[in-house]
């Protein structure tokens, strides 16, 4: 079992900054690929990115490449999604999802969930 919890949502303005974290508890964090999903009212989940648990690369949605970076600190058991030049399109519950196998884009994949953390941006 890995109990996931994120933190660090709010209301930011557009073009503004925001840190979330996903802290991890339970079995070693380092078996398991992180991933951030969002769900914004009405609409699925969706892919944001995703970190490895080994060399630490990241794969990225198109609609946030470049804008949005994944980290992890395997000491701390925490992975960081950094989210800057923020758009009122990026308001939706953050989730950050930890999967055993391969990076995918489908949240049926991922085994744990944390409960997710609203971000929120005004224009």
């Known amino acids: 079992q890995v109990q996931l919890v994120e933190s660090g949502g709010g209301l930011v303005q557009a073009g503004g900054s925001l840190r979330l974290s996903c802290a991890a508890s339970g079995r070693a964090f380092t078996l398991y690929n992180m991933a951030w999903f969002r769900q914004a009212p009405g609409k699925e989940r969706e892919f944001v990115g995703a970190?490895?648990?080994?060399?630490?690369?990241?794969d990225y949605s198109d609609l946030v490449k470049g804008r949005f970076t994944i980290s992890r600190d395997n000491v701390k058991n925490t992975v960081y999604l950094q989210m800057n030049n923020v758009k009122p399109e990026d308001t939706a519950v953050y989730y950050c999802a930890a999967s055993p196998g391969f990076i995918t884009t489908i949240p049926r994949d991922y085994l744990y969930w944390g409960q997710g953390t609203q971000v929120t941006v005004s224009s």
């Open positions: 970190i490895r648990r080994s060399e630490g690369s990241t």
